[in-house]
């Protein structure tokens, strides 16, 4: 089934070290990606996205993130973790050609940051 | 900064009972959708709206669930008889372009 994934469901990571979520999409053609993030109890704030051109997006709050098409994936890094990035992060895709452009979304990913 | 609202934030209901969830796109967006998220898992698609019908749904949104552009600037989503697992969290998103822009969400806590 054509989907999204993230292999991770928590990560931790200690507070200034660096961080990579991953997110990998099985749809034949190259889709628009995005990434996600969820403060506890909020809403679902963009973090970058990627429509065509350069592989490597950068987004707000020091995140970015490389679509590599050669491995369907759409990797978010960040070099120095913040206490705050603390929250969940959903990776989406927009298959291209449907019209109406649904986004499909990731299980998520749960990033604990650790003093 | 332009923003897509919602109303009410939390809403709780008995089982049975109707609610309409209320959403306020962005002025100039065309295209409409409705999303939910229960609590601990990930955000599925409900349904998308475009020039006043339903452009496609999901197998979720099925006959206790419809949607509505009652005046141009609303977008609303009725369930009729509110079941226990539609306890959610449910986002409306807008669109002119690529990028859908997400409202804070309707907590709906079903009793």
């Known amino acids: 089934a054509q989907s999204v994934t993230q292999p991770d469901i928590h990560i931790t990571v200690s507070e200034g070290a660096s961080l990579e979520l991953r997110c990998n999409y099985s749809?034949?053609?190259?889709?628009?990606l995005f990434w996600y993030v969820q403060s506890p109890g909020q809403g679902l704030q963009l973090l970058l996205k990627y429509f065509s051109g350069d592989t490597l997006v950068q987004g707000i709050k020091g995140f970015e993130a490389e679509f590599k098409r050669s491995q369907s994936s759409f990797n978010l890094r960040k070099p120095s973790v913040h206490w705050s990035d603390a929250a969940e992060y959903f990776c989406a895709v927009v298959r291209l050609n449907t019209g109406f452009q649904k986004l499909v979304f990731g299980t998520g990913t749960r990033l604990l940051v650790s003093p | 900064e332009p923003e897509v609202t919602q109303t009410p934030s939390h809403q709780v209901t008995q089982m049975g009972q109707e609610v309409i969830l209320r959403c306020v796109p962005i002025?100039?967006?065309?295209?409409f959708y409705w999303y939910r998220q229960i609590l601990g898992q990930k955000v599925e698609f409900l349904v998308s709206?475009?020039?006043?019908?339903?452009?496609?749904k999901s197998e979720i949104f099925d006959d206790q669930f419809s949607v509505e552009r009652p005046d141009g600037s609303n977008f609303t989503l009725k369930i009729r008889s509110t079941k226990l697992e539609d306890s959610a969290m449910y986002f409306c998103?807008?669109?002119?372009?690529?990028?859908?822009?997400f409202g804070p969400g309707t907590r709906l806590t079903v009793l």
């Open positions: 749809y034949g053609a190259t889709p628009y």
């Open positions: 002025s100039n967006h065309l295209y």
């Open positions: 709206f475009y020039n006043n019908e339903i452009s496609e």
């Open positions: 998103a807008s669109r002119i372009d690529r990028e859908q822009f």
